[in-house]
């Protein structure tokens, strides 16, 4: 199954570090309610902070670590200066990130893809990040959205249609003349489109755990799970693998 997701920056009230970013000296990545937050000390120690102070650090105060990476490879890597490793933590999963929840956890998940349009195309691939859609997500006819040179659209005769270089088509759902009148990526997991209620197409991913929906800048429609592989309370998940 082609799926890549790619995402770029970090923000400054950040809330996960997504594959390939970076955190530099200072930066925090916060969680969603604000009440905690991840940092690289000065003194090079990685900090996980709560409302009644420190809840987990990397232990490597002194390190002259100046940055940490979630490396492409699944690595959570802190680095010095001259490029040498101070400490690293192995997911061993591409495509892992990192998420500061409001719960006072400090996750990391692996991302994977449980169904996709079939259509990643990687020599058209931008810098370009992907456009997310976390449930629950709702689409009306005549919804439509733009990545790059792709084109996807809920069309007023029911069809979803995506498009390359605004006229070939290269997927649809097949429901144009079903009268579908909303398109949910649900909570649950599923895609589905509806008519008046009933489910004319679906991408039967019911059961995915914390799942998104992905318009990539390869030409790809992307359903996701994110399975934790790490927190600071258990360690490795072995069971997510």
């Known amino acids: 199954m082609a799926a890549c997701l790619m995402l770029f920056g970090l923000s400054a009230q950040a809330k996960s570090l997504a594959s390939g970013q970076t955190l530099s000296l200072n930066d925090r990545i916060y969680s969603d309610n604000g009440q905690y937050f991840l940092t690289l000390q000065t003194d090079g120690n990685l900090v996980f902070y709560g409302p009644s102070g420190a809840l987990w650090a990397s232990n490597t105060v002194g390190s002259g670590a100046i940055r940490a990476m979630m490396q492409p490879d699944g690595h959570f890597v802190l680095y010095r200066p001259n490029g040498a490793v101070a400490w690293q933590l192995n997911t061993g999963w591409a495509g892992t990130f990192l998420n500061v929840q409001s719960d006072g956890n400090l996750v990391f998940y692996r991302l994977k893809p449980v169904w996709d349009s079939h259509t990643s195309d990687p020599a058209t691939m931008q810098n370009l990040p992907s456009l997310q859609f976390t449930p629950p997500a709702h689409f009306a006819p005549g919804s439509s959205y733009t990545v790059g040179q792709y084109f996807l659209i809920f069309q007023t005769d029911g069809n979803l249609v995506l498009y390359k270089n605004g006229s070939q088509i290269i997927w649809s759902s097949g429901t144009a003349g079903s009268g579908a009148t909303d398109i949910w990526m649900q909570a649950d997991g599923n895609f589905v489109i509806y008519t008046n ?45």
């Open 197 to 241: 209620g009933r489910p004319v197409w679906q991408s039967g991913t019911a059961g995915t755990p914390n799942p998104f929906l992905a318009m990539q800048a390869d030409g790809n429609l992307v359903v996701y799970g994110q399975l934790p592989v790490w927190d600071r309370n258990k360690g490795p998940l072995p069971q997510a693998r």
